[in-house]
């Protein structure tokens, strides 16, 4: 039974487009995360929900909007879609704004952009 | 500003050689060190928290130790299954957030 799942694994695309990336946590968690890990395996945080409410907004391009229907779901839309895109895209969550410190990571979403 | 680096980048021991990544950090303030492992086209696994310096954890062949500067993940007589990208991260004080190095890719070889 997958604790944070995340869909889809893989997305190709061309320039310009627009894509979502689904989230979802069973773990009864309050917070949930989207870090972005680039090429060289550097993790950086980009955005952070508490119980729904946008707690952490890193310097990220506009064109990526975070969405938490209910604290159980972090989904993440990105518009207009660049080259620099290209990583892999992980969803995690962890107890009420990180208060034991352990993050649960889902499989991560591999965006490649052409 | 808040800071973490891992070194080596990279890390081939044969079985049952013993070796320590190292993680060195800058922070204003630390309330957590995290260890995590990642395996490729995997999302990081935790493996530990240490919170105060001289404190030491250890999970089968790993030993994370924690001084005010840097932590140590050791490895002792390490197998293939070992390999893995180890992470470290700190949580500071005064945000929500880890912040990750970069990883040591270690490889183990029979």
């Known amino acids: 039974d997958t604790a944070v799942s995340q869909t889809p694994k893989y997305l190709v695309t061309q320039m310009g487009n627009d894509k979502s990336i689904k989230c979802e946590q069973n773990?009864?968690?309050?917070?949930m995360y989207w870090y972005k890990q680039d090429s060289k395996k550097f993790l950086k945080i980009m955005f952070s929900?508490?119980?729904?409410?946008?707690?952490i907004n890193e310097t990220v391009p506009n064109r990526f909007s975070p969405k938490s229907p209910d604290k159980a779901h972090l989904n993440l839309h990105i518009n207009s879609l660049e080259l620099g895109d290209s990583a892999v895209y992980f969803c995690?969550?962890?107890?009420?704004?990180?208060?034991?410190?352990?993050?649960?990571f889902g499989e991560g979403s591999r965006l490649t952009v052409l | 500003e808040d800071q973490v680096t891992q070194s080596p980048e990279a890390l081939r021991l044969q079985e049952g050689e013993s070796s320590s990544l190292n993680c060195s950090y800058t922070?204003?303030?630390?309330?957590?060190l995290f260890w995590y492992r990642q395996d490729p086209g995997k999302g990081p696994e935790f493996l530990f928290t240490?919170?105060?310096a001289g404190e030491e954890k250890e999970k089968e062949r790993l030993k994370a130790t924690l001084t005010k500067k840097e932590s140590f993940l050791h490895i002792t007589a390490p197998k293939p299954e070992d390999s893995a990208t180890y992470l470290c991260?700190?949580?500071?004080?005064?945000?929500?957030?880890?912040?990750f190095g970069t990883g040591t890719r270690l490889q183990v070889f029979p």
């Open positions: 995690a969550s962890s107890t009420r704004r990180l208060n034991t410190g352990e993050l649960f």
């Open positions: 773990l009864g968690h309050d917070t």
């Open positions: 929900y508490n119980n729904k409410e946008l707690i």
């Open positions: 922070v204003s303030g630390l309330r957590g």
């Open positions: 240490l919170y105060s």
């Open positions: 991260a700190v949580h500071p004080y005064n945000t929500d957030k880890l912040i």
